[in-house]
């Protein structure tokens, strides 16, 4: 398979995905959020908790493994992966990312597979786990 064969399934696939989503009872919403020690801590993991009606307690409900950032100043993108609350990997994807000192602004592509509700955050890098967001989001 050539170079051109492989780059055109790179970008054919994820949008056949995105695609396919809806007909599989999910729905992508895109996330805006900001990392305000990416770099210093060494985020690796945005974790998305749903908080449940019935306990009014929040639940784990997938998150997003980062990858590298990549690209020249100015039109650097991310890399990322959506892992689904079963522990399944969605298809590699990219964002476009603004890098600030040490924080980075990325909107993401969150795929939600239950009903919409609301939402909070946490980061995850190799010492642990970050507390619960203050803020939450209506997804």
Not at 29 to 39: A, Y
Not at 84 to 107: H, K, N, Y
Request: with cysteine.
């Amino acid at each position: 398979m050539g170079r051109f064969e492989r780059a055109r399934i790179r970008v054919v696939l994820p949008l056949l995905c995105l695609l396919l989503l809806p007909l599989a009872g999910c729905e992508v919403k895109p996330v805006k959020v900001q990392l305000p020690t990416f770099f210093s801590t060494g985020v690796e993991e945005l974790w998305f908790w749903r908080l449940d009606e019935s306990t009014q307690e929040y639940v784990r409900s997938g998150h997003v493994r980062f990858a590298e950032i990549a690209g020249p100043p100015g039109r650097k993108v991310i890399q990322y992966r959506m892992v689904l609350p079963d522990g399944t990997e969605g298809v590699p994807m990219t964002a476009p990312v603004q890098v600030r000192g040490d924080s980075i602004l990325v909107e993401l592509q969150f795929t939600r597979w239950q009903n919409p509700g609301w939402f909070r955050v946490s980061s995850r890098n190799s010492a642990g786990e970050s507390p619960l967001s203050d803020d939450e989001i209506y997804l």
